[in-house]
């Protein structure tokens, strides 16, 4: 029996034990069933906004607005918006006829709630956007007006659902937010509503019947199965099981494959708001970090291109600098650096740090990401270049826990890292290098602990500036000095795969793909 077989069988045996008795939609009757791996920790969109989470509580949660793949705004639960001409006054006008899921009815008192009491307390992202409001006030059960403190462009990209979810005041108001979050279960505005959850096996959500979109949501039900196992869920996909894996649920040297299945469609498209970077970590803090030559050295040494085609197999785009290729603002006139020992080497040898009876300059601990198998390749392959400038790299595994609490807390060395740029560099780039931004034990902050001036008072200078000619000044000098610092190793702008039962139909129609709410989803013959 080869792998394949063997990938086969156990598929079928977990289909008809650890399922038996479910039926999981595999006719085109309005009855989806996703892949979910990891399994979410939590539902609530408020409390926890893990990859995960989104996904799932993407259909039961909303936000005042979507963003279409070119990332303008669209409606959502505001129908309509306006600016005022200073940049200082965002006023929403909501829909009027939303209800939670239990019935009550969604209004300006929610918005204020979430903005004002309930986000700021559980949500780091959007305490940092609303922190610069000096007032979130309803002037009517269906309009709400923020008035900032000064100019900031990048607030009306700050409402995508995981960026800024709204929540029930009249079921969380008064409460312990983060003990009701984890207790209660999730009530939201979105087309779906939460049914049941077996934990290991399957999240189930059904359609809400009083939805406020005509004719929305097209799916009877959607059930997320758990699948730890990569092969499974390779299978479970080439078998008609589950017609539906995002993210990361599919092993790049898989998704070829599947995706020339007759039965199968891929995209990448759905990703744009998020525009994962992927990059190695430094600390920036330690010798021989904290020296700009050696983390040059350290690019030389790396062929991002390899990475690209050899680990990730072609789903991702080498990355130049700190902002993606597919965001406003990406500049390409920026220093490169092409793979070349030589090189490296020589800005080694300006360091003085010279080779021992070993061939060895110098010696790194790599805190390895505990998130699969790319991961593991990453972690490897960065050990085996590193090395033939004469840096041993010792691997160090870990659990997901050991990994965030290493390197939120400057524990480390060098390690592995993937954050998303959500729409605007003031709101996904900036935080990564600004030195205000040094956050003990805050993941995704400035963990690398980078400093200087001059990035802080460019990202400063962009964030509030409403001129875009002048914004975009500022971000190419910004990305011009970050890539001749070089604070992180950017190796590439990560292109996901979303692979889908070809019947299915508005599968991704905006730049949160499989994070939107599938209020319009359906099969080509439901």
């Known amino acids: 029996m080869n792998r394949r ?66 990332l303008s705004p669209q409606p959502l639960l505001a129908d309509s918006w306006e600016v005022s001409e200073d940049g200082l006054a965002y006023t929403f006008h909501l829909v009027r006829n939303a209800k939670w899921h239990d019935g009550e009815p969604f209004t300006a008192a929610d918005v204020v709630f979430s903005c004002t009491s309930l986000l700021p307390e559980t949500h780091p992202r959007a305490r940092a956007v609303f922190e610069r409001c000096e007032s979130i006030e309803a002037t009517d059960d269906y309009t709400v007006v923020f008035t900032l403190k000064q100019a900031f462009p990048a607030f009306l990209m700050a409402f995508e659902t995981a960026s800024a979810p709204m929540l029930p005041r009249h079921l969380m108001e008064g409460t312990d937010f983060r003990k009701a979050g984890a207790e209660q279960d999730p009530i939201g505005t979105g087309p779906f509503r939460f049914n049941e959850w077996v934990r290991g096996s399957h999240i189930h959500l059904t359609a809400f019947e009083d939805y406020y979109r005509p004719e929305q949501p097209r799916l009877r039900e959607i059930y997320y199965r758990v699948i730890p196992d990569a092969a499974s869920r390779a299978v479970s996909m080439e078998q008609g099981e589950t017609q539906l894996a995002q993210w990361q649920d599919i092993e790049p040297f898989d998704v070829a494959r599947l995706s020339e299945l007759p039965h199968l469609d891929m995209t990448t498209d759905g990703y744009e708001y998020f525009s994962p970077m992927v990059w190695i970590e430094l600390n ?30 072609g789903l991702a785009r080498a990355a130049t600098g700190p902002i993606a290729s597919s965001m406003r603002f990406y500049e390409t006139d920026v220093k490169t650096y092409d793979p070349s020992v030589e090189k490296a080497t020589a800005l080694l040898d300006e360091m003085g740090l010279k080779p021992g009876a070993d061939g060895m300059r110098a010696t790194l601990k790599f805190t390895m990401v505990p998130a699969g198998e790319v991961w593991t390749r990453i972690a490897e392959y960065v050990r085996e270049s590193l090395r033939k400038g004469g840096i041993n790299v010792e691997l160090q595994s870990n659990d997901l826990a050991g990994w965030v609490e290493a390197v939120s807390n400057g524990d480390f060395d060098i390690s592995g890292n993937q954050v998303y740029q959500n729409g605007d560099p003031a709101l996904g780039v900036a935080r990564t290098y600004v030195s205000s931004n040094i956050r003990k034990g805050v993941m995704f902050s400035n963990t690398a602990g980078y400093s200087n001036p001059k990035v802080d008072e460019l990202f400063d200078a962009a964030a509030v500036e409403l001129d875009e000619e002048k914004r975009q000044a500022y971000y190419t000098e910004v990305q011009q000095i970050l890539v001749e610092d070089m604070p992180v190793l950017w190796l590439c702008e990560q292109r996901y795969p979303t692979i889908y039962d070809d019947r299915l139909r508005d599968i991704v129609d905006s730049a949160t793909g499989i994070n939107a709410n599938f209020g319009k989803v359906h099969f080509a013959s439901a």
């Open 284 to 313: 920036c803090r330690r010798p021989p970090m904290d020296d700009k030559r050696f983390r040059q050295a350290l690019m030389h040494l790396i062929d991002r291109e390899f990475v690209r085609d050899r680990i990730l197999f």
């Open 5 to 70: 077989e063997f990938n086969l069988m156990l598929a079928a045996t977990i289909g008809s034990t650890v399922f038996a008795g479910q039926s999981f939609g595999q006719e085109a009757d309005g009855s989806l069933t996703a892949i979910i791996q990891p399994e979410p920790t939590i539902l609530n969109l408020g409390i926890n906004q893990q990859t995960p989470t989104g996904v799932v509580g993407g259909k039961i949660y909303e936000g005042l607005l979507a963003y279409a793949k070119d």
